[in-house]
């Protein structure tokens, strides 16, 4: 059974850096993609950051392109989200997420994703 572990979040200046991990287990990846999503109350999930796991190649939205980076470590089974210039409206509860037989064109769609983490929150003050 496919498992995500997020960890990292926290409680952050404006300005400030964190860096999220997402941890897999379960099974090899080989063929997935792998995403970072975040949501606020009463929000949809949107989508941050996607990277494939067997190949080179990443992906990100424009509210967080230039800030954000995605990268993965296949050997841990670890993928990360380093997220620079923090500002107040990244407050949000940040999910990873697993989808198989990965595709680009769909690498933004939440509903594409088979797995979830079960979020790890990050506040940015002002």
């Known amino acids: 059974q496919v498992q995500l572990v997020e960890s990292g979040g926290g409680l952050v200046q404006a300005g400030g850096s964190l860096r999220l991990s997402c941890a897999a287990s379960?099974?090899?990846?080989?063929?997935?993609?792998m995403g970072w999503f975040r949501q606020v109350p009463g929000k949809e999930r949107e989508f941050l950051a996607a990277?494939?796991?067997?190949?080179?190649?990443?992906g990100y939205s424009d509210s967080v392109k230039g800030r954000f980076t995605i990268s993965k470590d296949r050997a841990a089974n670890t993928v990360y989200l380093q997220m620079n210039s923090l500002k107040p409206e990244d407050t949000a509860v940040y999910y990873c997420a697993a989808q198989s037989q990965f595709r680009w064109g769909s690498a933004f769609r939440e509903n594409a994703y088979d797995y979830w983490g079960q979020g790890t929150q990050v506040t940015v003050s002002s």
């Open positions: 990277i494939s796991w067997s190949f080179d190649g990443t």
């Open positions: 379960g099974r090899t990846f080989s063929g997935y993609g």
